[in-house]
């Protein structure tokens, strides 16, 4: 029972939005298995893991508050397994809604490119495919993890679609229309925290006067400034494999901070938002 909850502790290629409903469904899983012990462990494991995601410690600290004091053991899991399929549905709704509002800024196909993996972002994708809306993809690779290959293996037999080196960004905005991205976080002083990559396809996006939109839902935007939200260090080895006698540093981090004035809008499920309107929208 704990696997699930250790393979979310070590997950560097999914982003927020996957993780949080893969921990639900984690969290139903123990509970239909009365596995209450497993639980209080996985949840104790999870409370310094994904430092980069308040969001994700935020469902995190409401499944602690919320659902575990609906578990009895050997008691009723009724109530507590009615709170879960709640809070999917919210969730869902949340994803379908900012999928619908992205869907409608394009009267017409448009061609498309975007970095890493997001769970958002591959909904509103396959929505806007599936409306015969969506013309091309161009995906960057997000090294070194290479999340943007397992992206472009969800389209590849649906629509025409191009894998590039996260180095030609400019290439792949040279023949797109637009580019768009998911969130981990979105800093109260006005910063996006996405996979390392963001903030240069957003230079690229203003160098070349296209759209840069965000997909992601109100539970992203933090009330935290970014001094106080932890970006870690990850192994050097995802980089290169250090040899004897060498003294290089490698500095490996997969997110990094994007100011939000670099952003066309911000697609919530509560609609599409350009960026001086976001603190009207963290502080509901």
Known sequence: MLTPFQNLATDHTSGATELIHRLVAACERCAIGNSIRDLDEGLAMLEHAQASMPSFHAVLNILKSEFLPRLVPGG????????????????????????????????????????????????????????????HLYVLEARPMMEGLKTIREFNRSIPSTLLVDAGMAEALAVSDCAVVGADCVSADGFLLNKTGTQPLALCCRERGIPLYVLCDSLKFSPQLRENILVEDSPADDVVRLEDGDTFAVWNRYFEWTPIDLVTAFITERGAFPPDQLSRLAGE
Request: charged letters at 20%; a negative charge; glycine letters at 6%.
């Open 76 to 135: 009723d899991i009724s109530d507590a397994i009615g709170y879960l399929s709640s809070l999917q549905k919210i969730l869902d709704e949340s994803g379908e809604a900012i999928a619908h509002f992205f869907v409608q800024l394009f009267p017409g196909p448009v061609r498309v490119a975007t970095l890493s993996r997001s769970g958002t972002v591959l909904s509103a994708l396959r929505l806007l495919a599936s409306e015969k809306l969506l013309d």
